[in-house]
């Protein structure tokens, strides 16, 4: 079981950037996925993005297109998620997730996921 400690939230103005960080118990050489999954009040956890096997595959809700880039840094153990244009409708819980059976073929999935970080609020406001 991996620990993931996730940091990097606050509030931040429309138009802003914020990067996010998470802390990997035991960085995996290969073959391995991890994901940011947000949830906002009163809604359901919705994947956002996922990376496999250090940057081979990386995919992306269409709501982050363009806006969210997600990354590894394996001497640091640590998967970023750079969040730029933030909008009011990106507020929500982030959470980090680790994934030994995950491809990232897709927009990640909760089931897909069996370790989770603690989460971290993002709130984009004025």
């Known amino acids: 079981q991996w620990q993931l400690v996730e940091s990097g939230g606050g509030l931040v103005q429309p138009g802003g950037s914020l990067r996010l960080s998470c802390v990997v118990s035991r960085f995996p050489l290969n073959n391995y996925a991890f994901a940011w999954f947000r949830q906002a009040p009163g809604k359901e956890r919705e994947g956002v993005s996922c990376?496999?096997?250090?940057?081979?595959?990386?995919n992306y809700a269409d709501s982050v297109k363009g806006r969210f880039t997600i990354s590894t840094d394996d001497v640091k153990d640590t998967v970023y998620l750079q969040m730029n244009s933030l909008k009011s409708e990106d507020t929500a819980v982030y959470y980090c997730?680790?994934?030994?059976?995950?491809?990232?073929?897709?927009?990640?999935?909760?089931?897909?996921?069996?370790?989770w970080g603690q989460g971290t609020q993002v709130t984009v406001a004025s």
């Open positions: 990376i496999f096997n250090r940057g081979e595959r990386t």
């Open positions: 997730a680790a994934g030994p059976k995950a491809g990232c073929y897709d927009v990640p999935r909760s089931y897909e996921y069996d370790d």
